[in-house]
Nanobody, 115 residues
């Protein structure tokens, strides 16, 4: 059974920065895509960024230039550096593993953007 454990959530002021980390417990990591999704209050879960095993990265348009996803295949971790956070960005951020669909989700990390 694979576990994904997120850390780094918290309260940040608008315009501030926050970094989330996700640790993957399984032995095989680099063949999977690792992604971050977010779910705001009353909203559907949406993809934020995805990092492929070969190094390619993709972002939703609304975070391009502000968020950076990175992965360490040796440590089996994936991080999401978020900057210039907007007031409406309060959400639970989820780490997940994908191959031909998501097979594991983390428990979620709360990110609150408020002054």
């Amino acid at each position: 059974q694979v576990q994904l454990v997120e850390s780094g959530g918290g309260l940040v002021q608008p315009g501030g920065s926050l970094t989330l980390s996700c640790a993957h417990s399984g032995s095989i990591f680099d063949m999977y895509q690792m992604a971050w999704y977010r779910q705001g209050p009353g909203k559907q879960r949406e993809l934020v960024a995805i990092a492929y095993g070969g190094g390619r990265k993709e972002y939703v348009d609304s975070v391009k230039g502000r968020f950076t996803i990175s992965r360490d295949n040796h440590l089996k971790t994936v991080t999401l550096q978020m900057s210039s956070l907007k007031p409406g960005a309060t959400a639970v951020q989820y780490c997940c593993r994908e191959l031909s669909g998501v097979d594991y989700w983390g428990q979620g990390a709360q990110v609150a953007v408020s002054s």
